[in-house]
């Protein structure tokens, strides 16, 4: 085969009938797109987590009709609903087994069999719409190829496994149908589902798109590409045509909500492109992230991230002393804290920690760290801070960079600054509160001239 197309849909892309019907013309207008990969219907993996939250029979249940009532009008809007009827038929009533038969509380493994079915039933309903528009259309179990090990809830995908399983289960039936699978979803090695954690379909994508040799992996979204920043911060923002892996890794990493972070990673291991549109508006264009790109500007896009908590820790026996960081970054990592920036000076160490992007509550996941660090340094904790990136390329040797920075930020308490050590991006720390105004000032003195 030539030339192979991966096009992922994302949740709002296969919410109803109609916007499945939008993603359909994408597909038959693309003879190159033969695997699409599916997430769950808007809302749908939210009802799932929630069942399995509920200890209480009626509430999981009142979950599962929320479910019921997005499928069943899907199903109800198809020409031939009697041809996928038995299948959508048996998997709701094996999520209803799971919900009457589940003790008190689920565990690991039972979460994320309970979380697959979205994405499950999704796939089956999406298959019979390509097929009602005269194209084969196959529904096919991930499962069979998205191989993981057994973290349940963020499955670790097995690379190798992956691409032998695909060249086995899936690339022969590329020739004859249009294949269609599940995001999100995997199996480990005693075959029990597992998920690659929210969010997960889009590397699910790129996962396949690696193990099929792709060229091109497209992920069609509500939004119309990524943004030079969040529309919602300024009217400003636009959309970037091109974009480099480095630094869309940068932005997916800094807070752009629009990729699951890891989705580059196998698109640049097999320098696959990724494109990044809207379902709703094909025609709009869209992002093309690439390795190579003909422009490389130093100012690309600004991301936000709130909630970041600045730690210091300060000894004065760190004078002249060696080891203290390594004390200090040794205590973190055996609590399995991932610690994002990092400036010091020669007695105290700042370095902060993205409290929104933890699992577990804060105080249960830091707390016995910070405990530890107390027993040899003085330790401070300050929160509600927001980590502003600036993106783009030579940051740290174009001239002007910092002059451009320190202008836009003159009357603003700029809490700490990470730059030199990236040449995509410049990091700093501003107040919860000043975080907008901050972004938006930025973006008019960086990008309005260009
Ligand atoms: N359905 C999953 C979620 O909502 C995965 C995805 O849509 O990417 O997190
Ligand atoms: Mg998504």
New binding site residues.
């Given amino acids: 085969m030539s030339k192979l197309i991966v096009a992922k849909f994302?949740?709002t892309s296969v919410a109803d009938f109609d916007a499945m019907s939008r993603c359909a013309d994408i597909v038959l207008n693309d003879p190159a797109i033969r695997l699409v990969v599916v997430?769950?219907s808007s809302g749908?993996?939210?009802l799932l987590v929630d069942i399995t939250k509920h200890t209480d029979i009626s509430e999981r249940y009142a979950c599962y009709q929320g479910i019921e009532r997005i499928t069943l009008a899907v199903l109800h809007r198809l020409a031939q609903p009697q041809q996928v009827a038995a299948d959508i038929d048996a998997l709701l009533g094996a999520l209803k087994d799971l919900i009457e038969q589940g003790g008190a509380v689920y565990s690991g493994v039972h979460k994320d069999e309970i979380q697959s079915f979205?994405?499950r039933l999704s796939s089956v309903l999406f298959a019979q719409v390509l097929r009602e528009r005269g194209a084969p259309g196959l529904c096919f179990d991930a499962r069979r190829v998205m191989r993981t090990d057994s973290r349940f809830g963020k499955g670790e995908p097995q690379v190798g496994q992956i691409s032998q399983l695909a060249a086995l289960q899936l690339q022969p039936l590329l020739a004859d149908n249009i294949v269609v699978t599940q995001?999100?979803i995997g199996a480990d090695d005693a075959g029990q589902t597992t998920t690659l954690g929210?969010?997960?379909?889009?590397y699910s994508a790129a996962l396949f798109g690696e193990a099929l040799a792709a060229s091109v992996v497209q992920i069609w979204t509500d939004v119309v590409g990524i943004f030079t920043t969040d529309p919602r911060l300024t009217e400003q923002a636009r959309c970037i045509k091109e974009i480099s892996f480095d630094e869309a890794a940068e932005m997916a990493t800094f807070g752009a909500k629009v990729l699951?972070p890891a989705t580059l990673i196998p698109a640049m291991r097999r320098n696959i492109g990724v494109f990044v549109g809207s379902s709703r508006e094909p025609q709009a264009g869209g992002t093309w992230i690439a390795k190579d790109v003909k422009e490389r500007p130093p100012y690309r896009a600004i991301a936000l991230r709130k909630s970041q908590t600045l730690i210091t820790v300060k000894s004065p026996a760190m004078l002249h002393a060696a080891g203290f960081l390594t004390r200090v970054f040794d205590t973190l990592s055996r609590h399995q804290i991932s610690v994002d920036l990092v400036t010091t000076s020669e007695i105290s160490v700042a370095l902060t920690l993205d409290e929104g992007g933890m699992t577990s509550a804060f105080s249960a996941s830091v707390e016995p760290a910070l405990a530890e660090l107390r027993s040899f340094c003085d330790v401070s904790v300050e929160q509600g801070l927001s980590l502003v990136a600036v993106i783009g390329n030579h940051l740290h040797s174009s001239k002007g960079v910092t002059g451009d920075l320190f202008n836009t930020l003159e009357r603003i308490n700029m809490r700490l600054i990470c730059h030199g050590a990236s040449k995509h991006n410049l990091c700093f720390l501003v107040q919860d509160a000043d975080a907008p105004a901050v972004v938006k000032q930025l973006h008019q003195n960086l990008f309005s001239a260009a």
């Fill in positions: 994302g949740g997430s769950a749908v993996t939210n979205g994405e995001g999100f929210r969010g997960g379909s889009d699951h």
